[in-house]
C-alpha cells in the first residue's frame, strides 16, 4: 500500500511539473525574467513556507535549531539546483515543451542516479551505495545500464530536433515554439539536466530536519515540506540575481508597471505557473516519504514528467508539419529515455551489497 501511494504522489508531482510552464504562455507582452520571477516569487518564497505552515507547525523552530552544517548544504544544493531551474525555463524557451524537457530531464534522471553514489565513494557512509558497490551488484549495474539508455535516448531527441530544424523553416519553428534555437536549447538543456538533480541532493542533505519533524510528532507524510523552504531558499537567490541582471540589462523592470500590457493577467498567470511548480516539489515529498529518497523515487518522478510534458508538446502541436521519420526518432527517444527511467527503478529496488 506504501509503494502504491507512493507511486500515485509522485505520479500528481510530475503532473504538475510537466504543466507548470504552460501559464507562461498566457503572459502577454513581458520580457521572460519578467514573469519567470514573478513565478518564483511564488514557487521560491511564498507557497514553500505557507505549505509547511499549514503541515508542519513549528517548521520555523526546527529549521532555527539545525546545525549551521545541515542549513548551509541543504542551501547550497538549492543554489545549484536553482541554476538548473533557471536554465530548464530557457531550454523550454528555446526547444518546446516536448523537446526540452526530454533533454533535459533524461540528464537529470541519469545523473541524480550516479551522482550519489560517487560521493559515497569518497565519502563512505554507513547505509549508503557507492559506485563501486554499484558496480558489483546485480541492482547497480541496471542502474548504470539505465543510465546509457538515457543517455542513447537523449542523443535519438537530439537528432529528432536537429532533423526538425532542417525540415521546417524559421517562421514554421516559430509557429510553435517562438523563439526555437536548437544549439543554443541544447547547450542550456544539458547544464539544466546536470545541476537539476542537485535537488535530490539536497533532500539528503536536509534529512535531519525532516526527521526532527517525525520525532516532534508530525505526520511523516509532510516532513520534507520543512526541506523544501531551506532548498528554496537558495534557488530564489540564483534566478533573483539572474533575473534582475537581466532586468537591467534589457531594461525589462518597466513590464511591472506598463499598462499597454494586461499587468494583473500576467502576474495571475505567472503566480499560477509557480504555484504550480512548487506542488510537485509538495508531492515529490509525500511520495518520497512512503518510497524513500533512493534512484526509485527520482525516476518515477522524471518519467511522469517526461510523459505529461510531451503530452503538452502534443497538445501544442510542436511536431506539426514534420516528417514521418522526424516523428518517429522523436517518439522513439522519448520511449528510449522513459525505458531507461524503468530500468533505473527496478535496478534500484534489486540493491544488493556484496
Known sequence: MHALLGVFYHTIGGVASGSFYMPFNKVKGWAWESYWIIGGLFSWLIVPPLAAYLTIPGFAEIIAHSSRQILFLTFIMGLLWGIGGLSYGLGVRYLGMSLGNS????????????????????????????????LHSTGGQLVLLGVVISLTGIALTGKAGM?????????????????????????????????????????????PMAEAAVEAGLNPLFQNNVIFVVILWGGLTTNLIWTTILSIKNRSYGDFVNRSTPIAKNIMFSALAGTTWFLQFFFYGMGESKLGNGASSWILHMSTIILTANM??????????????????????IIVILSSVALVGIGNSLYTIK
Open 103 to 134: 533533454v533535459v530531464l533524461g540528464f537529470t534522471a541519469a545523473f541524480g542516479a550516479i551522482v550519489p553514489s560517487i560521493y559515497y565513494n569518497l565519502n563512505p557512509t554507513e547505509g549508503k551505495i557507492s559506485f563501486t558497490d554499484m
Open 163 to 207: 532533423m526538425k530544424e532542417k525540415e521546417l523553416s524559421k517562421e514554421e519553428q516559430e509557429a510553435s515554439v517562438e523563439e526555437f534555437n536548437l544549439v543554443k536549447g541544447l547547450i542550456i538543456a544539458v547544464l539544466s539536466g546536470i545541476l537539476s538533480a542537485f535537488f535530490n541532493f539536497g533532500i539528503e542533505a536536509g534529512k
Open 312 to 333: 503538452w508538446g502534443i497538445y501544442r502541436r510542436e511536431w506539426t508539419g514534420v516528417s514521418l521519420k522526424t516523428k518517429r526518432t522523436i517518439t522513439l527517444g
